[in-house]
């Protein structure tokens, strides 16, 4: 189980994270939604160690992640995979020795059980059939597939995607949402995932936490989050349109409803 | 540059080198790296190194032959002198700058590009020692291939200024030859190899510390490359000027 307690992140003075604790839900897809700029990837990068914060824990079944040895770092890293905004292939290596990669780095079967563990992920993905193609050679969303598939490559315990949907179209994104949803309860991995994208929030997110200027102002599920209270949130939320419609109509049902009575 | 920013730049490589200079995660791995490193940074520069050392040979024995035109000099000097040159400073301080260009750019634009598209990242999350992984397969590679281009250089610059003896000769190519050979020291070409090999472990760190802390777009991926050629272009020459006060003085 993954929790922050006090999480605080400055950048030269200037508070970024201010003192977030929270506990995320175990074998299922939780949410950091925010506005850009709100400091939603910054805790990310926290949680994974590519940034270290001023204040606070990071806990990881229990075991403070700022202060373990590099030995148990680097064991906990061989549980986690992560998705990032840009897929972050290596654009030498084609997309089925990006899959390998980290089973040739950290796994001791031989050649043959990593190629075929590595293709049984990029069939998970629905990518065998561009295997030999390098990153530059295809599409935004097959690169995101790509990652994923590295990602889930050593069978990992945590799973975290930073903007998956970024630059993609909706069919894609949705293709992504139902990837990274379908994974999560097919390997009972807990995922987390940055995103401002609320149509993702609403098919895949089990838990909701919102960030707003490095605070942490809501945190519930996604049935709650169209009719939270809190203004920020709200703000954020029917900032699209679509969103709007959907509570408008979710209203004018309600009046409805109640005048029938 | 202040006196600060260049200490915390010193402090920022050593700890660098502290993590690249350790033992890989997988050896096989590491060997895959360093066969590919080796074709890519020692191998691609033959061509180079062979044109400038062919054309710059035959300009040095060109010059030393217009203007060491004593009678109480022998011809053959033109062949001694223009071999100190080519073996002392040419081949291995002059080629390590060109060098510094071709091989520093490309390690610094390739790193500082990893850096920006966020794929130095991803071999820290899954663990991998990313400064060991992706510079140590580098170093290794071009300081052992370092005395290969040195001795290709030599040859190269040595039968340029044949050429040129062939093609005008004066002196004759046979005079040549002779004061190729005339007191020869060996103990010159060990002290060109340790001193090219020395300058090939500062082209490629230096440029992979500028690589490896880029940060931004594709403009600091640019400006990390020129800093690498610049800082090693004057790494090389005031390395030289100490290396061969030590050695010769």
């Known amino acids: ?44 990068k926290c949680l994974v160690g590519l940034l270290r914060p001023e204040g606070g824990k990071v806990l990881y079944d229990g ?95 945590y799973l975290f995607c930073d903007e998956p949907n970024s630059g993609l179209d909706p069919k894609t994104s949705q293709l992504i949402d139902e990837l990274i949803q379908g994974i999560t309860k097919d390997f009972e991995i807990t995922t987390i995932v940055v995103s401002h994208d609320m149509n993702s929030v609403m098919n895949i997110g089990d838990h909701i936490i ?3 200027e490095g605070v942490k102002e809501w945190e519930g599920t996604k049935d709650h989050v169209i009719n939270s209270d809190n203004k920020e949130l709200n703000e954020f939320v029917f900032a699209s349109d679509l969103f709007k419609k959907i509570k408008e109509a979710e209203e004018t049902g309600q009046e409805t409803r109640n005048s029938e009575r | 540059m202040s006196i600060r920013s260049t200490l915390e730049s010193i402090g920022e490589y050593a700890l660098l080198l502290r993590r690249v200079l350790m033992p890989p995660d997988r050896a096989r791995e590491f060997a895959k790296e360093f066969s590919k ?26 010059q030393i032959a217009y203007n060491i035109n004593s ?10 002198v223009s071999r100190e040159i080519i073996i002392l400073e040419f081949s291995s301080t002059v080629i390590c700058l060109i060098l510094a260009g071709k091989v520093g750019s490309n390690i610094a634009s390739e790193i500082g590009t990893m850096r920006i598209t966020q794929q130095i990242d991803a071999l820290d999350i899954m663990g991998v020692n990313s400064a ?8 290794a590679a071009f300081v052992l291939f370092m005395p290969v281009l040195v001795i290709f250089s030599t040859f190269m610059g040595l039968y340029g200024g044949y050429v040129f003896c062939a093609i005008s000769g004066d002196p004759s ?18 002290y060109s190899l340790l001193k090219s090999m020395l300058f090939g472990f500062i082209i490629s760190s230096v440029a992979a ?17 020129t800093d690498s050629v610049v800082a090693n272009s004057i790494l090389i020459l005031m390395i030289d000027l100490a290396f061969t006060q030590l050695m010769m003085g």
Do not use: H
């Open chain 1, 1 to 44: 189980m993954i929790e922050v307690q006090n999480l605080i992140k400055q950048f030269e003075g200037k508070v970024v994270i201010n003192n977030i604790s929270t506990k995320f839900k175990e074998g299922a897809v939780n949410m950091i939604i925010g506005k850009s700029g709100s400091g939603k990837s910054v805790f990310l």
């Open chain 1, 63 to 157: 075991k403070d992640f700022l202060k373990m040895k590099q030995k148990d770092v680097k064991k906990l890293r061989r549980n986690m995979g992560m998705l990032f905004q840009n897929a972050a292939l290596f654009d030498s290596k084609t997309v089925l020795e990006n899959v390998m990669f980290p089973l040739d780095m950290f796994s001791r079967k031989n050649y043959r059980e990593r190629k075929k563990r590595a293709e049984f992920c990029l069939e998970r993905v629905d990518l065998l059939d561009a295997a030999n193609l390098y990153p530059s050679e295809i599409s935004g969303g097959m690169m995101k597939r790509a990652a994923i598939a590295r990602a889930i490559a050593l069978n990992p315990k």
């Open chain 1, 210 to 212: 919102f960030i707003n």
């Open chain 2, 37 to 62: 490193e080796t074709y890519k940074l020692g191998v691609n520069s033959i061509w180079i190194v062979t044109i400038i050392s062919l054309f710059i040979g035959a300009v040095i024995v060109m």
């Open chain 2, 71 to 80: 009678p109480l000099l022998p011809r053959s000097t033109v062949g001694s």
């Open chain 2, 132 to 139: 060991n992984f992706l510079i140590l397969p580098k170093i």
């Open chain 2, 173 to 190: 190519p046979d005079t040549y030859i002779y004061g190729i050979q005339f007191f020869f020291r060996e103990s010159l070409v060990w």
């Open chain 2, 209 to 225: 510390y500028y690589g490896y802390n880029a940060r931004g777009g594709a403009l600091d991926v640019g400006k990390a490359s």
